[in-house]
């Protein structure tokens, strides 16, 4: 059982940068691909950014790709969500997830995925 826990979130201008953090219990945090996703007031979850359990692969959205990183300590159990040049489209409840052994790949995908974090809301002013 892994249990996440994001955190980092806040108020930000437009431009500004947020980092984010998804804390994992468990002692396999290493085994599983992580993903961050977001969902903004009357729209679905979208994907935004993976790293995969193996081999430093990474995969973002369009979106943000070039503005936002992902990275994670295994030896802290903790993936990041580095946002940068935040636009207020970026607004949204940002949620962490986990696949074991999963692929990028597969994190892509909105849905099905073992374990979520209860979120983290991000607003970004004009």
């Known amino acids: 059982q892994v249990q996440l826990v994001e955190s980092g979130g806040g108020l930000v201008q437009a431009g500004g940068s947020l980092r984010l953090s998804c804390a994992a219990s468990g002692r396999t945090f290493s085994s599983y691909t992580m993903g961050w996703f977001r969902q903004a007031p009357g729209k679905e979850r979208e994907f935004v950014a993976a790293f995969s359990w193996s081999g430093s692969l990474t995969y973002y959205a369009n979106s943000v790709k070039g503005r936002f990183t992902i990275s994670r300590d295994n030896a802290k159990n903790t993936v990041y969500l580095q946002m940068r040049s935040l636009k207020p489209e970026d607004t949204a409840v940002y949620y962490c997830?986990?696949?074991?052994?999963?692929?990028?790949?597969?994190?892509?995908?909105?849905?099905?995925?073992?374990?979520w974090g209860q979120g983290t809301q991000v607003t970004v002013s004009s």
């Open positions: 997830a986990a696949d074991y052994r999963g692929t990028v790949q597969a994190m892509k995908i909105t849905q099905g995925h073992e374990y």
